[in-house]
Structure formats: structure tokens, C-alpha cells
């Protein structure tokens, strides 16, 4: 479960809140979607949940946990954050590489992490990928390589930062059904109406860095007035 307490965050570590006074709360297994127009607050609140982004005011909770620099650690094994740009989550040489650099980090064997790895390679249907470099993949490859890589670290958590950018209609497709098959927690980031719909069952609507609304999704995308005035239509 996540839980914000009137939650305010800074996106570029100054005083100027991109998220306010945020009072949100996600519950287990839920498929939460964060739906916002550009600059709504979605990636600082993803960031801030764990610790990536600061905290101005209020607090924010992950399974239990406050985010706070204590618990940190245990916060980034519990809560997988894949990022909007995959390029920043694919380093290393290989996406086997790449996947098992999780799963190392969070104390496994090399080859503990590397069997790990291709485990989940072949669960994604992507092992012809393990020994190419990210800079060669398409979009839609690096998108479910770097989903790949947190989900081989068995997070409770997913938090998916505009994971269908750059996907063409096929690649959304596939993105969806794999989403659709994890029973994790959820928070999908996205402005992508359509996509949203097909991964959660919940959304929250974001405007100006506070929260316009909550809800089931069908009811929230069948309101033609908050669309419009959230810049989501």
C-alpha cells in the first residue's frame, strides 16, 4: 500500500513545489492510474515515493514505511520505479547485464543475479535480447527490458513512469497485456487515455501538483468536464 499525507515535493530539489498538499492512498493489488497533462506532478510524486525526489511538507508511506532516508533501502526493494526514458535505466553493457544489476543490488550472487536474469528474459519472451547492447534496441524492446529488470527484483510495488511514450499501437498492446499480468500494486503514470484504461481498474487525476480527482477509471474518463479542465482533452 502507498499513502501520501498531505504531501508536497520538489522536483528540482528547490523550494517551488510541483506536487501540494497531496493526500492520496493506493491500496494493495489496486491498479492505480496517475493521470495528469505535462508538467501535473505525476514523475515528482513517483520519484519522491522513493526518495528521489524531495519531500517539502507532509509525509509519504510505503507498505508501512515512511519514506525517509533510514529506510530508503528497504523503500527501493519493496517499490520498483521504471523510468519515462529507459535510457536511464539501461547502462550496462548487456541487457542480461541490466537486469541482473537489481537483482545483485539487492545482496544475490553474481550468478544468483545472472540466472535470475535469464529467468525473467525468458518470462518476457525477450532472451534473444541478453547479449545485445541497450543503444541498439527499438523503443519497445529497452521499454519492456528496463519493466524486465524491476520486475526481476519481485518488488510489491510497480511504478510506471508514461510507460507506453514512444510505443506504437502494437507496442501498446503488448505492454498492456504484460502489465495485466502482474498481481503487484500498481501506479501507473500516463496521459494516455486509452492505455489507461486497459491496465487499471482506479485512477487519480493530478492538475497543477494537487489532486482534481479519484476514482474508478470508467468514471473518471466519461467526465468530459474534469478532462477539460485537467488538459486531458
Known sequence: MIETF??????????TP????LCLRVESGESCALLGANGA???????????LAPILSGRAEVC???????NL????ALAGLVFQNSDDQLFCQTILEDVAFGVENLGFSRGESLETAREWLEKFSISNLADRP???LSEGEKKRAAICGVAAMRPEIMLLDEPSAQLDPRGKRELAE???????????STHDMDFARSVCKTAAVLDGGRLAA????????????????????
Open 73 to 76: 533501502r528497504r523503500i527501493r
Open 41 to 51: 506532478g505525476k514523475s515528482t510524486l513517483m520519484l519522491s515515493l522513493v526518495g
Open 6 to 15: 498531505s504531501l508536497s515535493a520538489s522536483r528540482d530539489g528547490g523550494k
Open 64 to 70: 508501512g514505511l515512511e519514506v525517509a532516508k533510514k
Open 134 to 136: 541497450p543503444h541498439g
Open 178 to 188: 504484460l502489465l495485466n499480468s502482474f498481481p503487484q500494486t500498481k501506479i501507473i
Open 18 to 21: 510541483a506536487v501540494s498538499s
Open 214 to 233: 479519484r476514482g474508478e477509471i470508467g468514471e473518471i474518463l466519461a467526465d468530459a468536464d474534469l478532462l477539460s479542465r485537467c488538459r486531458l482533452a
